[in-house]
């Protein structure tokens, strides 16, 4: 096959992120983002990497996505990369709710299209946004495959014991109340670039993978498939992260709507956009987080210990859920550049063979390394994560194979 290029698009409610790769050596050609769609204020970033050009900006009221998707497409001409190139081989779209249907990447149809819709009540913010960019990628090029790529793909191998919540059955059921996980493009991709690190097949080791970004989530990977993950039936559950409380008890929803007379919308907001650290301590970013605390700042310091303990407690949890752990992964923002969050977040675990190199955890790098001692039992690994990349590899796979 000729076409060896793909397209990769991340649509959010407002924003449009999209990669062009040329998957013959995994090349990034171009990549941007259209932010603020839909207002006075959008704005256009585009950086043509395979030319070596400077990045452009325009600032001009952009309406939808399909504006968005169109002067995406005429930044790309200006570099020779028009979507209508015969190169190109496919669209690949990050869709973040596959539910239980979905545990591969797909060439969408119509019927993919309606069960993507009818995971709506589930992704509400997400799904919706995910479908305007298929529509939109589709009308300007009917005759390319489009291929979604979903966020819990990587996740539906958990067993039941785990995807399940202990509630009534047929509620859940009827309700399609369960444990879906989420981040599972980037989980997928540095356990495996961890098992590629220590020398090993994916099928051969097993790791926790800590993806710590703005959202965060860990994953007990065994032997390749993931038989864990702190996410649930929405991003709301589990670690502390930058806007989201993660785990809390549910009685907290009930008290605060009994007693603090608060609406379910208005718990949802708190839940998930004032509380994790902006709500411990007014900051969401981790480097202005650890500056207040070198200022002796409480406030952020409490903040900190509670995002550790929290990170500390999933660690744990997944060495017994595995029973053995190969390597643990830092991943995404805070993972690959904080130091202090990963030396404090397997400080005083020794005793399950888990330490860093404090020389090694300081050095600064863009690839995959070893942060562990020599001589530890279990690897400590920093790896990059490149959901992209990952998007873009499964999408060719699939279009070549099919094609
Ligand atoms: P998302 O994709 O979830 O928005 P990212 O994976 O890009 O998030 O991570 C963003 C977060 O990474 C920021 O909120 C910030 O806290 C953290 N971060 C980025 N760079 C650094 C750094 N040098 N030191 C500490 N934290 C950092």
Known sequence: MSATRVLVLNSGSSSLKYQLLDMRDSSRLASGLVERIGERSSRLKHSPLATGGETREQSAPIADHDAALKAVAEELAKDGLGLDSPELAAVGHRVVHGGKHFTRPTVIDDAVLAEIERLIPVAP???????????????????LPQVAVFDTAFH?????????????????????????????????????ATAKLLGKAPEEVNVIVLHLGNGASASA?????????????????????????????????????RVGGMSIDEIDALLNKKSGLIGLCGDNDMREIQRRIDEGDEQAKLAFDIYIHRLKKYIGAY???????????????????????????????????????DGLNAVRGDGPRLISPSDARVAVAVVPTDEELEIATQTYALVKTTN
């Open 319 to 357: 060495y017994a859920v595995l029973g053995r752990v190969d390597a643990i992964a830092f991943t995404a923002g805070v993972g690959e550049n904080a130091a202090a969050v990963r030396a404090a977040a397997v400080s005083g675990l020794d005793a399950l063979g888990l330490a860093v190199d």
């Open 125 to 143: 913010l997400h799904n919706p946004a995910n479908l305007t960019g298929i529509r939109t990628a589709t009308a300007l090029r009917p005759d």
């Open 156 to 192: 539906t191998t958990m067993p039941e014991s785990a995807a399940r919540y202990a509630i009534d059955v047929e509620t859940a059921d009827a309700h399609r109340v369960r444990r879906y996980g989420f981040h599972g493009t980037s989980h997928a991709f540095v356990s495996r």
């Open 221 to 257: 990977v065994e032997k390749g498939r993931c038989v864990d993950t702190s996410m649930g039936l929405t991003p709301l559950e589990g670690l502390v992260m930058g806007t989201r409380s993660g785990d809390a008890d549910p009685a907290v929803i009930f008290h605060l709507a």
